[in-house]
Nanobody, 120 residues
Framework: QLQLVESGGGLVQAGGSLRLSCVAS????????MGWYRQAPGKQRELVAV???????NYADSVQGRFTISRDTAQNTVFLQMSSLKLEDTAVYYC??????????????WGQGTQVTVSS
């Protein structure tokens, strides 16, 4: 069974930093895209950042220059380094990865979410 487990969320003051981690586990044969989404109360889930297995990255305009996505291929882990956090970054952050086994093509998987709260 393939799964994603996030960690690193919490409470931080505006202007501070946090680092989220997401580990993919199970009988993984291939990982393509690894990324992060977020959902604030009353809002739709939105893309924060994504990195392909070729190293290409894409960021939401709202986090460009403040957040950095990276991955440790050997550890099947994706990170999101968040700096200069703003109140509007408060949300539940979800890891999203495309995972495949030897018997299946990569499919979309979601983590359980980790809360990030930015205070003034």
């Amino acid at each position: 069974q393939l799964q994603l487990v996030e960690s690193g969320g919490g409470l931080v003051q505006a202007g501070g930093s946090l680092r989220l981690s997401c580990v993919a586990s199970g009988t993984i044969f291939r990982i393509t895209d690894m990324g992060w989404y977020r959902q604030a109360p009353g809002k739709q889930r939105e893309l924060v950042a994504v990195q392909t297995n070729g190293g290409n990255t894409n960021y939401a305009d709202s986090v460009q220059g403040r957040f950095t996505i990276s991955r440790d291929t050997a550890q099947n882990t994706v990170f999101l380094q968040m700096s200069s956090l703003k109140l509007e970054d408060t949300a539940v952050y979800y890891c999203n990865c495309k995972l495949g086994t030897r018997l299946s093509r990569p499919n979309n998987y979601w983590g359980q979410g980790t809360q990030v709260t930015v205070s003034s």
